[in-house]
């Protein structure tokens, strides 16, 4: 199975922020990774898929970049409500694996 | 706009097994996958299995012994079993539609497993 690994597990930041998480697959994946931010007793909310596509209704402050083993998610000027547990998810092939997840708080 | 509705057992106890339903609405049932994913308490999240419209699945091969995802497409339903259940099952289970990302998520089901 592919091993994804996030970086880091956990980040202090303050509003206005920018932060970058890294995920990095332990093999090549093309694009085939997506971005998740989760809330705590919420389901997941997908911001990224295709390792660099905006979903529809996320803010654009949310990017997301890498091809091949090596990704980002960037948040551009932190707002109150990003402070969350991001995960990145590949699917390039199965088993789909997810990261271990970064949380972002102040 | 795909909307997913759980249903199915929260308590169980070890060796029973986990039976979920995940009922669809809205949106091509048979045209994406459809997924479970599970989340242990404070932990991050595990990919379980996968299922098409046709009957294809694939599993995480950890659990592919004892798991089961189906579809009865009848019913727009999707259902995950998981046998012999210990206390290391216990966590919120997701039903999940995947196209590109997992952009629809049911709403969770708690399953906890004690004696």
């Known amino acids: 199975a592919i091993q994804m690994t996030q970086s880091p597990s956990s980040l202090s930041a303050s509003v206005g922020d920018t932060v970058t998480i890294t995920c990095r697959a332990s093999?090549?994946?093309?694009?085939?990774l997506s971005w998740y931010q989760q809330k705590p007793g919420e389901a997941p909310k997908l911001l990224i898929y295709?390792?660099?596509s905006l979903q529809l209704g996320v803010p654009s402050r949310f990017s997301g970049h890498g091809s091949g083993t090596d990704f980002t998610l960037t948040i551009s000027g932190l707002q109150p409500e990003d402070f969350a547990t991001y995960y990145c998810?590949?699917?390039?092939?199965?088993?789909?694996?997810f990261g271990q997840g970064t949380r972002v708080d102040i | 706009q795909v909307q997913l509705q759980q249903g199915g057992a929260g308590l169980l106890k070890p060796s029973e097994t986990l039976s979920l339903t995940c009922s669809v609405s809205?949106?091509?049932?048979?045209?994406?996958?459809w997924t479970w994913i599970r989340q242990s308490p404070g932990k991050g999240l595990e990919w379980i299995g996968e299922?098409?419209?046709?009957?294809?699945?694939n599993y995480t091969p950890s659990l592919k012994s004892r798991v089961t995802i189906s579809v009865d497409s009848s019913k727009n339903q999707i259902s995950l079993k998981l046998t012999s259940v210990t206390a290391a099952d216990t966590a919120v289970y997701y039903c999940?539609?995947?196209?590109?990302?997992?952009?629809?998520w049911g709403q969770g089901t708690l399953v906890t497993v004690s004696s």
């Open positions: 999940a539609h995947e196209v590109g990302g997992i952009d629809y």
């Open positions: 093999q090549g994946i093309r694009s085939d």
């Open positions: 998810l590949q699917l390039y092939n199965y088993p789909r694996t």
């Open positions: 809205g949106g091509s049932f048979s045209a994406y996958y």
């Open positions: 299922i098409d419209f046709s009957g294809t699945s």
């Open positions: 295709s390792a660099s």
